[in-house]
């Protein structure tokens, strides 16, 4: 008898629905890709607990200055503004930008190799969890949009 392969377990958060939402009476859960996509129907996000509400608003606006060049340290205080104003202008996020960044990144929270939001080192850095509110001063790097 040959073994089987483990199962391979997968979760696109740009993907799979698992954001909840509101628009008119109706209540719905989009993925990242959708969030962005749709962001112009969407009423508001439905998430009932203000921690949770708050992490998605930070990744969100990470991922809008992202989406619409608003990340570019290159410009100057009017030339941000002066973009962020043309975008707002626009209604909505163009949908070939919206797929062009959710395309490049990877998504996937059982990743491996670089997990969405967890750091795969820690397994081998750290003797014990500390459970998921530990905070540690250290920890963030990279260009953080905050």
Do not use: K
Not at 115 to 123: D, E, F, I, M
Not at 129 to 135: D, E, L, P
């Amino acid at each position: 008898m040959s073994a089987l392969p483990p199962p391979t377990t997968s979760f696109s958060v740009a993907d799979h629905p698992w954001i909840d939402v509101r628009t008119g009476g109706q209540y719905d859960q989009v993925g990242l890709r959708s969030l962005f996509l749709d962001a112009h129907r969407i009423d508001d996000l439905a998430l009932p607990q203000p921690p949770a509400a708050s992490a998605l608003l930070r990744i969100a606006a990470v991922i809008t200055a992202r989406i619409t060049g608003l990340d570019d340290p290159e410009l100057t205080a009017s030339q941000w503004n002066a973009l962020r104003r043309s975008r707002l202008a626009e209604g909505c996020f163009d949908p070939d930008a919206v797929h062009t960044y959710f395309d490049q990144h990877g998504w996937d929270v059982f990743d491996p190799v670089r997990p969405w939001l967890q750091t795969p080192s820690l397994r081998t850095e750290c003797d014990h969890s500390t459970g998921i509110n530990a905070f540690v001063p250290g920890r963030p790097a990279g260009r953080n949009f905050a």
